[in-house]
């Protein structure tokens, strides 16, 4: 039988598009990475604001903002504000015990999957939450914690294959 979590105290009252995170606190910083891209050059770069964004608001190149960390609620509202949006988004995004699901909105696509993987140490399966925003030539994925799931695709990125940037 499936294992439903009980709402936790602090959360009674609270609209459902609170930005609150529902998740194991961390202590860490969230980390922010962005990949400016076209067919001929890619710039990684680590930026510590939302403001930093606006530097990239009217590139004509595609934009991969990686955010590891859910757990810094100011940040995370001040990206809905800056990028437009939907606070019921980033509210599933904050809430990593969420079903996984595909939901429209006025300028973008959201999705939220499930990623399993083998942990050999602990001889155990990790289940983390992988939330992606798709906007205009904007792609922000969302992670609960730093992982190495995305290393091949940063690595096949920054390699000058032209198929693979334009795809």
């Given amino acids: 039988m499936p ?6 105290q602090e959360d009674i009252g609270l609209s459902p598009y609170e930005l609150k995170f529902r ?24 930026i510590q604001s939302v403001e ?6 009217d590139s004509k190149k595609l934009i991969w903002l990686n955010i590891d ?8 509202q001040e990206l809905a504000d800056h990028l437009h949006i939907p606070a019921d988004i980033l509210s599933d995004v904050m ?16 999705v939220s999957i499930k990623m399993m993987q083998f942990n050999e140490g602990l ?16 792609l922000i994925t969302f992670q609960e914690e730093k992982c190495n ?12 294959t032209r198929r693979f940037r334009t795809l």
Avoid: C, W
């Avoid at 960390?69 to 995370?76: I, T, V, W």
């Avoid at 399966?125 to 992988?130: A, M, Y």
């Avoid at 690595?155 to 000058?160: A, I, T, V």
């Fill in 52 to 57: 930093a964004l606006q530097s990239y608001k």
């Fill in 123 to 138: 001889h155990q399966v990790s289940i983390d939450n992988l939330s992606i925003v798709m906007m205009h030539n904007l």
């Fill in 95 to 110: 809430e990593p015990a969420t079903r996984p699901q595909v939901e429209e909105f006025d300028n973008g696509l959201f």
């Fill in 149 to 160: 799931q995305f290393n091949p695709v940063k690595e096949r990125l920054k390699k000058h």
């Fill in 23 to 46: 998740g194991r606190h961390r202590s860490q910083d969230v980390q922010m990475t962005v990949f400016e891209f076209d067919a001929e050059d890619v710039q990684e770069t680590t």
């Fill in 3 to 8: 294992h439903t979590p009980l709402k936790r």
């Fill in 69 to 76: 960390g859910l757990h810094n609620e100011k940040l995370m």
